[in-house]
């Protein structure tokens, strides 16, 4: 689904625009958006920049499971795109405050 999205999008949608599509239905598939998740973990790992750009712009999960992780997949990323260390470097805010609200 979210690859057909892809394919069909309007050549203009900025990226948050189908993360935004993307992050509403990770709450309406009945396997809590588990797939998505996975194809989102997917693109990031990939080549393709405007793919990165659209899953790095979701905003409802976290693109993988440890701060170490998504550490080691930004540095990938940042060392091809250093235009993106800004939310790559958002994202890995979110999660430390999402961690610490989770330890209180």
């Keep these: ?4 999205l ?4 309007t050549p203009n949608l900025p990226p948050r625009g189908l993360a935004e599509i ?3 239905l990770l709450w309406c598939m009945d396997d809590n ?6 194809v989102c973990r997917k693109w990031l790992a ?3 920049e405007a793919k990165i750009r659209i899953a790095l712009a979701m905003t409802d999960i976290f693109p993988a ?3 170490d992780e998504m550490t080691e997949l930004f540095a990938k990323i940042t060392s091809r795109w250093l235009d ?3 939310t790559c470097e958002s ?11 989770k330890a209180r």
């Design 46 to 48: 990939g080549e393709n």
């Design 84 to 86: 993106l260390k800004p």
């Design 65 to 67: 499971d440890s701060r």
């Design 91 to 101: 994202i890995l805010a979110a999660w430390d405050e999402t961690m610490k609200e």
């Design 33 to 38: 958006g588990t797939e998505l998740a996975h």
């Design 6 to 9: 892809f394919e069909r999008r």
């Design 1 to 4: 689904m979210m690859e057909f």
């Design 22 to 24: 993307f992050d509403r």
